[in-house]
């Protein structure tokens, strides 16, 4: 399954427990790379190399990195994809290296929140200047205002997470991700779920959302 979602959706979140609520395993392409390099894997060491000289690490890489990843044992019943693909060049990579292995993607997830409520969301988040420890506005709030809980470092607002610059991040993410959403509409996989409903709501609309999509491509397999 794959989750696909702007910053500040919330995928990662319902990706985390949809996947637990499943009993399959939560994979986040970031941190598939970065376990990667630390490991020092033949692929982690060839990423590691893009990654020191500044350069995206290529999707024909990113693509082995998640299949690497995916035919590990905890993976066999299934894996929740968190931010990839993220363009229909890795789209049609994954599917063609899922194709090899006789699997395919089942669903996919997209989780729809308007443009003035991730700008609202995003403008919430913080982290401790010193730790790095991450606060929410709203879902984590620190017990002091402006000072971590853990070191007692003053929390900073990321660049990224500024709202000009989180409407730059928007627009090109739609940029993107528009196209990717028509290649799995096409496909008959695609869900949209209403991502600004409290968490809890929105995890059994994605629930629903994936058994519905499952069951219909599975009475297209049978049936063709």
Do not use: N
Not at 21 to 26: P, S
Not at 210 to 217: D, K, P
């Amino acid at each position: 399954m794959v989750f696909l979602g702007p910053p500040g959706a919330g995928k990662g979140t319902q990706a985390a427990v949809v996947a637990k609520r499943l009993g399959i395993v939560h994979l986040a392409t970031g941190d598939i790379l970065r376990e990667a390099v630390r490991q020092g894997t033949e692929l982690g060491q060839q990423a590691k190399e893009y990654m020191d000289r500044g350069e995206l690490v290529p999707d024909s890489l990113v693509v082995d990195l998640v299949m690497d990843r995916i035919s590990g044992p905890d993976a066999a019943a299934g894996a929740v994809l968190d931010g990839f693909p993220r363009s229909i060049a890795q789209a049609e990579a994954l599917d063609g290296a899922l194709s090899r292995m006789g699997s395919g993607v089942d669903a996919v997830v997209y989780l729809r929140v308007s443009e003035a409520e991730l700008v609202r969301r995003l403008s919430l988040r913080w982290e401790c200047s010193q730790c790095r420890t991450p606060y929410h506005g709203e879902s984590r709030p620190p017990k002091r205002p402006g000072i971590c809980d853990l070191c007692g470092g003053v929390l900073t607002q990321r660049e990224d997470d500024r709202p000009e610059t989180v409407r730059r991040r928007l627009k090109v993410y739609y940029e993107q991700t528009a196209p990717l959403l028509e290649y799995y509409r096409e496909k008959g996989v695609l869900a949209e779920v209403d991502g600004e409903e409290p968490i809890p709501l929105v995890t059994e609309r994605v629930l629903e959302a994936i058994g519905s999509t499952v069951g219909r491509v599975q009475r297209g397999a049978w049936m063709g």
